[in-house]
């Protein structure tokens, strides 16, 4: 199969990502639009990999999971702490700093 | 492979044994007991100085992906005064403000461990895990206060327009490893110089990518409105911290990596990074003009200030990348000091943010009025302090590099931002303090931070020349 057909569906996966932290309104699923992204780069990372036949891509998708775990852990207590003041998760009940 | 040297991670190493040592003191300490949690964070930061200096023109790497050239070294020393002025200034506030002191000196060392890193990076791979250290530790300081929704909120928002801008930078990565097999700025540089006639549409996408990410951590516009928020919703001192370290670390990057690897498609970023640089000068200025907020105001100023940084980094010349290190010096220095003084007047249930709050300030407070005047005059680029030969360092780099037009445009908007600093200064000098009630008296250690700073910013506003050497020398042996 083409690198393209990766890249395309790559691509999207990022543009999805995207357009979902800009228009989603729940704070969890603004969490799991950032992870897409992520997700839609390792899938780019490691089709570039086996492209050029080394593990370098594959490993170094490791390395961006463990960073986006870590992500996620601090986005999700972020979110508990903001649930914690105001018991919504709609982004508009958080407007005590302009946006 | 040869063998691996260790020396270049040695600063790095330093800083983090202290944060280590720091959070587990913390954790194991009795319910109580006193322990002086400052002083191990200082002492792993005067290591990470030390052997910063000694490492100094040496050029060492460790492992291939770390390197400790002058301009690393330099930065270093320069982060390990935003280090230092955070601990003394925390040390005075964090019983105040009821933070945990122990874990906000451990997640500070962190977030210096990943802009370390960060600066001395010579692989993309590592410096965007080196961006992530230093970001995520910086999401949790922004939101220590969980009591406080401000905050919280704040942290929430940097948190996903921080991630946001990593995902993007990523992307970049992803793109160039994609057409050049590696992630090492030295091959990536090689194969890019190669092809710059007819550059593969990838590479000129991960530019892109790249530029992104990039300018949302150095807050330039238009990627710039998480800034404002985060710094007004953090804690003055976390606020200093960011605005200097994490601006620094990211100017640092962004420098290493348009500079050297992606320095043969200057003719493609440089005309996209020529209009960021001017958005971001011009409204910096213009909206920091409007705000009464004085922390709002000077997250402004200090988006202002990345623009003159842009201009240092557009310039491409030696003279630009010595003068964007001059002037992360300086810069460092007198926001640290003008943030610090925000913190020491603010109490746990009121920032004493606002305008208002400054009224009168010189009869209540003589030192710190005095200090906080010295510092805006340095923002503002008054001679005789730090922040005159800076600007004037950076936007003769500038000229001399041709840009005519934009040297113009940040010398009107830093004549615009006078006004805004100036307004600071004549509220604590000449107006008479109303109602509101008087900010507690300020002593001990963080006054000496202070004026630590105050010494750095004069010394570097009259004799800049020592220091000027210095940056010289960090960029002449490099890209």
């Given at each position: 199969?083409?690198?393209?057909?990766?890249?395309?569906?790559?691509?999207?996966?990022?543009?999805?990502?995207?357009?979902g932290?800009?228009?989603r309104?729940?704070?969890?699923?603004?969490?799991?639009?950032?992870?897409?992204?992520?997700?839609?780069?390792?899938?780019?990372?490691?089709?570039?990999?086996?492209?050029?036949?080394?593990?370098?891509?594959?490993?170094?998708?490791?390395?961006?999971?463990?960073?986006?775990?870590?992500?996620?852990a601090?986005?999700?207590?972020?979110?508990?702490?903001?649930?914690?003041?105001?018991?919504s998760?709609?982004?508009?009940?958080?407007?005590?700093?302009?946006? | 492979?040869?063998?691996?040297?260790?020396?270049?991670?040695?600063?790095?190493?330093?800083?983090?044994?202290?944060?280590?040592?720091?959070?587990?003191?913390?954790?194991?300490?009795?319910?109580?007991?006193?322990?002086?949690?400052?002083?191990?964070?200082?002492?792993?930061?005067?290591?990470?100085?030390?052997?910063?200096?000694?490492?100094?023109?040496?050029?060492?790497?460790?492992?291939?992906?770390?390197t400790?050239?002058?301009?690393?070294?330099?930065?270093?020393?320069?982060?390990?005064?935003?280090?230092?002025?955070?601990?003394?200034?925390?040390?005075?506030?964090?019983?105040?403000?009821?933070?945990?002191?122990?874990?906000?000196?451990?997640?500070?060392?962190?977030?210096l461990?990943?802009?370390?890193?960060?600066?001395?990076?010579?692989?993309?791979?590592?410096?965007?895990?080196?961006?992530?250290?230093?970001?995520?530790?910086?999401?949790?300081?922004?939101?220590?206060?969980?009591?406080?929704?401000?905050?919280?909120?704040?942290?929430?928002?940097?948190?996903?327009?921080?991630?946001?801008?990593?995902?993007?930078?990523?992307?970049?990565?992803?793109?160039?490893?994609?057409?050049?097999g590696?992630?090492?700025?030295?091959?990536?540089?090689?194969?890019?110089?190669?092809?710059?006639?007819a550059?593969?549409?990838?590479?000129?996408?991960?530019?892109?990518m790249?530029?992104?990410?990039?300018?949302?951590?150095?807050?330039?516009?238009?990627?710039?409105?998480?800034?404002?928020?985060a710094?007004?919703?953090?804690?003055?001192?976390?606020?200093?911290?960011?605005?200097?370290?994490?601006?620094?670390?990211?100017?640092?990057?962004?420098?290493?990596?348009?500079?050297?690897?992606?320095?043969?498609?200057?003719?493609?970023?440089a005309?996209?990074?020529?209009?960021?640089?001017?958005?971001?000068?011009?409204?910096?200025?213009v909206?920091?003009?409007?705000q009464?907020?004085?922390?709002?105001?000077?997250?402004?100023?200090?988006?202002?200030?990345?623009?003159?940084?842009?201009?240092?980094?557009?310039?491409?010349?030696?003279?630009?990348?010595?003068?964007?290190?001059?002037?992360?010096?300086?810069?460092?220095?007198?926001?640290l000091?003008?943030?610090?003084?925000?913190?020491?007047?603010?109490?746990?249930?009121?920032?004493?943010?606002?305008?208002?709050?400054?009224?009168?300030?010189?009869?209540s407070?003589?030192?710190?009025?005095?200090?906080?005047?010295?510092?805006?005059?340095?923002?503002?680029?008054?001679?005789?302090?730090?922040?005159?030969?800076?600007k004037?360092?950076?936007?003769?780099?500038?000229?001399?590099?041709?840009?005519?037009?934009?040297?113009?445009?940040?010398f009107?908007?830093?004549v615009?931002?006078?006004y805004?600093?100036?307004?600071?200064?004549?509220?604590?000098?000449?107006?008479?303090?109303?109602?509101?009630?008087?900010?507690?008296p300020?002593?001990?250690?963080?006054?000496?931070?202070?004026?630590?700073s105050?010494?750095?910013?004069?010394?570097?506003?009259?004799?800049?020349?020592?220091?000027?050497?210095?940056?010289?020398?960090?960029?002449?042996?490099i890209?």
């Open positions: 199969m083409p690198i393209g057909y990766y890249l395309a569906l790559s691509g999207v996966l990022f543009a999805i990502g995207a357009a932290v800009f228009l309104r729940n704070l969890i699923t603004l969490l799991l639009s950032v992870e897409i992204m992520l997700n839609a780069v390792n899938l780019s990372f490691v089709a570039f990999g086996r492209q050029q036949g080394s593990v370098d891509g594959q490993i170094i998708t490791f390395f961006v999971m463990t960073v986006a775990a870590a992500e996620a601090v986005g999700l207590a972020l979110v508990i702490a903001l649930f914690r003041h105001r018991e998760l709609n982004p508009e009940a958080f407007t005590s700093l302009k946006w | 492979m040869t063998t691996y040297s260790f020396d270049a991670v040695i600063p790095i190493v330093c800083v983090i044994l202290a944060g280590l040592v720091v959070m587990l003191a913390e954790a194991f300490r009795g319910r109580g007991e006193k322990m002086p949690l400052g002083g191990l964070a200082v002492i792993g930061l005067v290591g990470a100085a030390a052997s910063s200096v000694l490492l100094w023109n040496r050029n060492a790497t460790s492992f291939g992906v770390v400790a050239d002058n301009f690393a070294l330099f930065l270093n020393l320069v982060l390990v005064a935003v280090g230092l002025m955070t601990v003394l200034i925390t040390a005075q506030t964090a019983d105040r403000d009821k933070l945990p002191a122990g874990e906000f000196y451990a997640t500070a060392l962190f977030a461990v990943g802009m370390m890193l960060m600066v001395q990076a010579s692989d993309l791979l590592v410096m965007f895990l080196a961006l992530e250290t230093m970001s995520i530790a910086v999401y949790v300081m922004t939101g220590i206060r969980r009591e406080a929704v401000n905050g919280t909120e704040a942290a929430f928002k940097y948190f996903l327009l921080g991630a946001f801008a990593s995902a993007f930078f990523l992307y970049g990565v992803a793109f160039l490893y994609g057409t050049t590696s992630t090492s700025l030295d091959r990536i540089g090689t194969i890019v110089a190669s092809q710059a006639m550059p593969n549409p990838l590479v000129l996408m991960a530019v892109g790249l530029l992104v990410g990039f300018a949302f951590k150095v807050a330039a516009v238009p990627f710039h409105m998480w800034s404002p928020d710094y007004e919703g953090a804690p003055a001192v976390v606020t200093g911290f960011m605005s200097t370290g994490v601006k620094a670390a990211a100017i640092a990057g962004f420098t290493r990596v348009f500079l050297s690897a992606l320095e043969p498609m200057i003719g493609y970023w005309p996209a990074l020529w209009v960021i640089a001017a958005a971001t000068m011009v409204l910096g200025t909206v920091g003009v409007q009464t907020s004085i922390k709002r105001m000077l997250a402004y100023s200090s988006i202002a200030h990345g623009g003159y940084l842009l201009l240092g980094l557009l310039a491409g010349s030696d003279v630009g990348k010595a003068s964007i290190l001059f002037y992360l010096a300086a810069y460092a220095l007198t926001n000091g003008a943030f610090g003084i925000i913190a020491l007047l603010g109490s746990y249930s009121r920032d004493n943010d606002n305008l208002r709050d400054y009224a009168g300030l010189w009869h407070h003589p030192v710190l009025a005095t200090l906080m005047a010295l510092f805006l005059l340095s923002l503002g680029g008054f001679p005789p302090t730090a922040g005159f030969i800076a004037w360092y950076v936007f003769s780099a500038a000229i001399g590099a041709g840009y005519y037009w934009l040297a113009i445009i940040g009107l908007s830093s615009v931002s006078v805004f600093y100036l307004r600071i200064v004549v509220m604590m000098f000449m107006t008479d303090r109303d109602a509101r009630p008087v900010p507690a300020v002593t001990g250690i963080a006054l000496a931070g202070l004026a630590l105050l010494a750095g910013v004069l010394y570097l506003g009259v004799l800049p020349s020592q220091v000027i050497e210095w940056a010289q020398a960090s960029v002449a042996t890209f």
